[in-house]
């Protein structure tokens, strides 16, 4: 509409029709599947689970749950939906009215009262970007009062009656009419809020402190949750559950790849510029496999899961710590190694949920210990010519040490491994180039390889690794 009406006779004469929020949904959902749109940009590997029930539940004009553990964009989906609203929707332009009105269906008593005794033509149209018209709030610590309403007693005072309309405060929800509510983490809502989403659910109206709001609510709700909480009895009830249409399952990535793809999306990070950082695929697929390995650790809790927030934040640990390298030893580019994988504690530790009775009283850092070395032991074994390790095992027991660190200038790499050169070359499938920071990393990937595999041991002492028979 390239001129938007501002008073209600414009309106009406512009053909502008009142839609609900599910049906505006449902036409502009079809609008893009027509045209062939990607759906939900950003979103990496949904295209043939997740992506199709969202689809057919917005068409039911579903309510939906998206289930699933923490760091499977369920946020994101929910958030993604708003695309799909109008661009623009007019509303009453009342001030102290609590909701955006629709002009041609008013709700609370003062805006049917302004339409019954204003000309249209001096009825004022404001226009309600589709941005503004999406809420979300996680359950913890959430009151009744912040999503349903409450009574405002600063109007009780100035004389209201606590039976009229006037008196209330409305919440998120009813200020949500012609919008989109989401809730996060629902089974650690409050069971009085649950029974007032109920209610909303099932009749579209409001209750509050036994005072009905007797209006039909427009509002699409959202809700997610992980399942060993969802599923968990008492935590949400029967009913709430029984009236929300769809229930959507979410998934951590299926291939390795895909983890990699949304990681680097994710992470944002720019590894050109002035300090550049060359990142080997093996060190993002050890990266990204430390996530996986962690999700089928027995020390980590399942039922809590792994975020795909762990990948990110140690892609970024692993890049700022090669960068760091670069800039005081002067390497351009700089180059990931194993070392650098030393300071993931930072951003690792508290991330990880411990299987209490898995873990047998091991520390956060052990698990992540055992993990990082089960990733790198399987990125190895997918590289490796196993043909050549015997041959660089005979090398180490020939009394053979070499010492690495993060801080280790690349160019020491060549010196260090000059006995051995063929036998590196034999041992894995990694094309290590003619850049010494590239080939450092990729000697570095190849003890840790030998060690993972305890075909030779290491010690560590201040900040560097020796690795000998």
Same mark, same amino acid.
């Given at each position: 509409?390239?001129?938007?009406?501002?008073?209600?006779?414009?309106?009406?004469?512009?053909?502008?029709?009142?839609?609900?929020?599910?049906?505006?949904?449902r036409?502009?959902?079809?609008?893009?599947?027509?045209?062939?749109?990607?759906?939900?940009?950003?979103?990496?590997?949904?295209?043939?689970?997740?992506?199709?029930?969202?689809?057919?539940?917005?068409?039911?004009?579903?309510?939906?749950?998206?289930?699933?553990?923490?760091?499977?964009?369920?946020?994101?989906?929910?958030?993604?939906?708003?695309?799909?609203?109008?661009?623009?929707?007019?509303?009453?332009?009342?001030?102290?009215?609590?909701?955006?009105?629709?002009?041609?269906?008013p709700?609370?008593?003062?805006?049917?009262?302004?339409?019954?005794?204003?000309?249209?033509?001096?009825?004022?149209?404001?226009?309600?970007h589709?941005?503004?018209?999406?809420?979300?709030?996680?359950?913890?610590?959430?009151?009744?009062?912040?999503?349903?309403?409450?009574?405002?007693?600063?109007?009780?005072?100035?004389?209201?009656?606590?039976?009229?309309?006037?008196?209330?405060?409305?919440?998120?929800?009813?200020?949500?009419?012609?919008?989109?509510?989401?809730?996060?983490?629902?089974?650690e809502?409050?069971?009085?809020?649950?029974?007032?989403?109920?209610?909303?659910?099932?009749?579209?109206?409001?209750?509050?402190?036994?005072?009905?709001?007797?209006?039909?609510?427009?509002?699409?709700?959202?809700?997610?949750?992980?399942?060993?909480?969802?599923n968990?009895?008492?935590?949400?009830?029967?009913?709430?559950?029984?009236?929300?249409?769809?229930?959507?399952?979410?998934?951590?990535?299926?291939?390795?790849?895909?983890?990699?793809?949304?990681?680097?999306?994710?992470?944002?990070?720019?590894?050109?510029?002035?300090?550049?950082?060359?990142?080997?695929?093996?060190?993002?697929?050890?990266?990204?496999?430390?996530? *996986?390995? /962690?999700?089928?650790?027995?020390? @980590?809790?399942?039922?809590?899961?792994? $975020?795909?927030r762990? #990948?990110? =934040?140690?892609?970024?640990?692993?890049?700022?710590?090669?960068?760091?390298?670069?800039?005081?030893?002067?390497?351009?580019?700089?180059?990931?190694?194993?070392?650098?994988?030393?300071?993931l504690?930072?951003?690792?530790?508290?991330?990880?949920?411990?299987?209490?009775?898995?873990?047998?009283?091991?520390?956060?850092?052990?698990?992540?210990?055992?993990?990082?070395?089960?990733?790198?032991?399987?990125?190895f074994?997918?590289?490796?010519?196993?043909?050549?390790?015997?041959?660089?095992?005979?090398?180490?027991?020939?009394?053979?040490?070499?010492?690495?660190?993060?801080?280790?200038?690349?160019?020491?790499?060549?010196?260090?491994?000059?006995?051995?050169?063929?036998?590196?070359?034999?041992?894995?499938?990694?094309?290590?180039?003619?850049?010494?920071? *590239?080939? /450092?990393?990729?000697?570095e990937? @190849?003890?840790?390889?030998?060690?993972? $595999?305890?075909?030779? #041991?290491? =010690?560590?002492?201040?900040?560097?690794?020796?690795?000998?028979?």
């Amino acid at each position: 509409m390239s001129h938007r009406p501002t008073t209600l006779n414009e309106l009406r004469a512009s053909g502008w029709q009142s839609k609900s929020v599910k049906h505006e949904l449902r036409d502009n959902y079809l609008k893009a599947l027509k045209g062939g749109e990607t759906l939900f940009p950003g979103i990496v590997g949904y295209e043939d689970t997740v992506v199709p029930e969202v689809s057919i539940a917005v068409l039911a004009g579903h309510d939906m749950l998206f289930l699933g553990e923490k760091g499977q964009a369920k946020s994101r989906l929910m958030r993604s939906l708003v695309r799909f609203l109008d661009e623009y929707v007019p509303y009453l332009d009342l001030p102290g009215c609590p909701v955006h009105e629709d002009p041609f269906a008013p709700l609370t008593r003062a805006a049917k009262e302004h339409l019954r005794n204003t000309p249209d033509e001096q009825v004022r149209i404001a226009w309600w970007h589709r941005d503004e018209r999406y809420a979300e709030r996680l359950a913890p610590g959430t009151k009744f009062a912040d999503v349903i309403g409450e009574i405002d007693p600063a109007k009780l005072a100035a004389g209201t009656s606590m039976s009229a309309e006037d008196a209330l405060h409305f919440g998120l929800i009813p200020r949500m009419h012609r919008g989109i509510f989401a809730m996060n983490e629902i089974p650690e809502l409050d069971e009085l809020i649950q029974v007032g989403l109920f209610n909303i659910l099932e009749e579209r109206d409001v209750q509050i402190r036994g005072y009905p709001i007797q209006f039909d609510l427009d509002v699409l709700i959202l809700f997610s949750a992980n399942p060993s909480t969802f599923n968990r009895s008492g935590k949400v009830i029967p009913q709430l559950k029984d009236r929300i249409g769809s229930l959507i399952q979410t998934h951590y990535p299926r291939e390795r790849a895909l983890g990699i793809e949304i990681m680097e999306q994710e992470a944002g990070l720019d590894t050109g510029g002035a300090f550049p950082v060359f990142v080997p695929y093996f060190m993002k697929e050890i990266i990204e496999q430390i996530s *996986v390995s /962690a999700r089928k650790s027995k020390y @980590v809790d399942h039922a809590s899961g792994v $975020s795909a927030r762990f #990948s990110i =934040a140690n892609y970024r640990t692993m890049i700022s710590s090669a960068r760091h390298r670069g800039v005081r030893l002067g390497e351009e580019p700089a180059v990931p190694r194993i070392s650098d994988l030393g300071h993931l504690p930072t951003s690792s530790l508290g991330k990880l949920e411990l299987d209490l009775m898995g873990s047998h009283q091991m520390g956060e850092r052990q698990v992540l210990e055992a993990i990082i070395a089960d990733a790198i032991r399987t990125v190895f074994e997918e590289y490796v010519d196993k043909h050549g390790l015997d041959e660089i095992s005979d090398v180490f027991s020939k009394g053979v040490k070499i010492e690495v660190g993060d801080m280790l200038p690349s160019a020491e790499y060549a010196k260090r491994l000059k006995r051995v050169p063929k036998a590196w070359e034999k041992a894995f499938e990694v094309n290590s180039g003619a850049s010494d920071a *590239v080939r /450092a990393s990729c000697a570095e990937f @190849v003890l840790a390889g030998l060690y993972a $595999s305890d075909r030779i #041991s290491r =010690a560590t002492r201040h900040g560097r690794m020796t690795y000998e028979t």
